[in-house]
């Protein structure tokens, strides 16, 4: 199974981004999670989704500024980025833990417990700065 992130790119503080995780090789139901790793510093978690979409989580430091949907359709997660700041440069990486379960996924995601995810997609560089 894979992940295939993108969507990052340059941006401007208080700008906008949008990223892509695909996960259409996945065959069952999966949570989604978003982690980041900045230049020198540990990875961290961001924000998950459940796979019904209904049941979502952010770490404060993107509260209210980023938003996670997902498309079951397209088999797409989506993290919306907005009132972005010059902390958020960072490579972005969506994930997801052997078994898909969104408790997991909450648990990883929120106690920035990168180890737990099994599945990674490659990342996506996002970068802010005037």
């Known amino acids: 199974v894979q992940l295939q992130a993108s969507g990052g790119g340059l941006a401007q503080p208080g700008g906008s981004l949008r990223l892509s995780c695909d996960a259409s090789?996945?065959?069952?139901?999966?949570?989604i999670g978003w982690f980041r790793q900045a230049p020198g510093k540990k990875r961290e978690g961001v924000s998950c989704?459940?796979?019904?979409?209904?049941?979502?989580f952010y770490a404060d430091s993107v509260k209210g500024r980023f938003t996670i949907s997902r498309d079951r359709v397209k088999s797409k997660v989506y993290l919306q980025m907005n009132s972005l700041k010059p902390e958020d440069t960072a490579l972005y990486y969506c994930?997801?833990?052997?078994?898909?379960?969104?408790?997991?996924?909450?648990?990883?995601?929120?106690?920035?417990?990168?180890?737990?995810?099994?599945?990674w997609g490659q990342g996506t560089l996002v970068t802010v700065s005037s």
């Open positions: 090789s996945f065959t069952d139901g999966y949570a």
């Open positions: 994930a997801a833990t052997e078994d898909g379960d969104y408790l997991e996924t909450l648990t990883a995601v929120a106690g920035d417990q990168p180890d737990d995810m099994k599945y």
């Open positions: 989704i459940s796979f019904e979409g209904g049941s979502y």
